[in-house]
């Protein structure tokens, strides 16, 4: 069964009705969330509070400064999700605060000319083959 996102299937109306009603929760939760961070940061940075106690500062201090950490995200197959973003995929990469991740994306442009785009790159041609 596609998810709503085969055209071609013979029951993509269906599915499309279906998906987006199973995405409209997460959508308004999502946006409901940022507007309550956004008026908690604004109430705690006009009433000069911190969210670091005083006993995480002090165990911060005492660890020392930690190595930053590189990963990289590759474009292909296993990583690559079209259309939407959902809470119920699983993270591709998980990192530390401070830490820096390079993530390789592609277009959904590249099929027009596959030749300079896909062909020869493995990733690519997983995602698009």
């Known amino acids: 069964m596609c998810q709503g996102d085969d055209p071609n299937c013979a ?7 279906r998906f987006l ?4 929760p997460e959508r308004r939760a999502f946006l409901k969330s940022g507007f309550v961070a956004t008026g908690g940061a604004v109430a705690l940075a006009a009433g000069g509070l911190s969210l670091v106690t005083p006993a995480l500062a002090q165990t911060s201090a005492g660890r020392g400064p930690r190595q930053a950490t590189h990963q990289m995200l590759p474009a292909n197959a296993d990583t690559v999700h079209w259309g939407y973003f959902s809470k119920n995929l699983k993270p591709q ?3 530390a605060s401070g830490d820096f991740v390079t ?12 030749e300079r785009m896909i062909q020869g790159d493995p990733g690519a041609e997983s995602v698009y083959l």
């Open 93 to 95: 990469v998980e990192i």
């Open 11 to 17: 029951a993509f109306a269906e599915h499309r009705r």
């Open 21 to 24: 009603g199973d995405l409209a």
């Open 103 to 114: 993530i390789e994306t592609l277009t959904h442009q590249a099929s027009d000319d596959s």
